[in-house]
């Protein structure tokens, strides 16, 4: 016969194990403001403003940026799976987006086409973006691995 313990100790495992699956990840929805005197950016950065609107669509996440009056998007679906979020011309950004914990981590990697050459440059090392929300909803903070940066945003 089982001693308790070790049936207990199983079930809290088991327990702990499911309450980590549903977990819900946050709403990053609303649109967002830059506060450059909270964020740390790099001193060679020459960025004055920007502002986010971010929208939950289905499985994906869409980021619409305005930054220094340039619009652009990107569009993420947090599975793990690369997509190709930018087409360059002369190479695409490629991207994959997963939740690790509360965190929204996207890693990018940009493989160049070299003209008349049928080689394509990739293998480079993934730039690492790292999204989390503020326990009250109102902050979000951007973290970035190259440039090492932290860009910190107001709910607007």
Do not use: C
């Not at 308790?4 to 609303?30: C, E, K, M, R, Y």
């Not at 994959?96 to 940009?110: C, D, F, K, T, Y």
């Amino acid at each position: 016969m089982p001693k308790p313990w070790i049936a207990a100790f199983f079930l809290l495992a088991v327990a702990v194990s499911l309450a980590a699956q549903n977990t819900p990840t946050p709403d990053f929805t609303g649109t967002w403001s830059l506060n450059l005197a909270k964020s740390s950016l790099a001193k060679d950065s020459t960025l004055k403003s920007e502002t986010i609107e971010i929208a939950n669509k289905k499985s994906s996440i869409v980021f619409h940026y305005k930054t220094d009056g340039k619009k652009s998007a990107e569009t993420y679906t947090a599975d793990g799976q690369y997509r190709v979020v930018r087409d360059l011309g002369s190479g695409q950004l490629t991207s994959r987006a997963s939740w690790q914990g509360s965190a929204l981590v996207i890693e990018s990697v940009l493989q160049i086409k070299i003209p008349n050459v049928r080689v394509s440059v990739s293998g480079l090392k993934p730039v690492v973006d790292k999204w989390t929300l503020s326990p009250d909803g109102r902050t979000l903070t951007h973290e970035t691995d190259d440039p090492k940066e932290t860009h910190v945003y107001d709910k607007q």
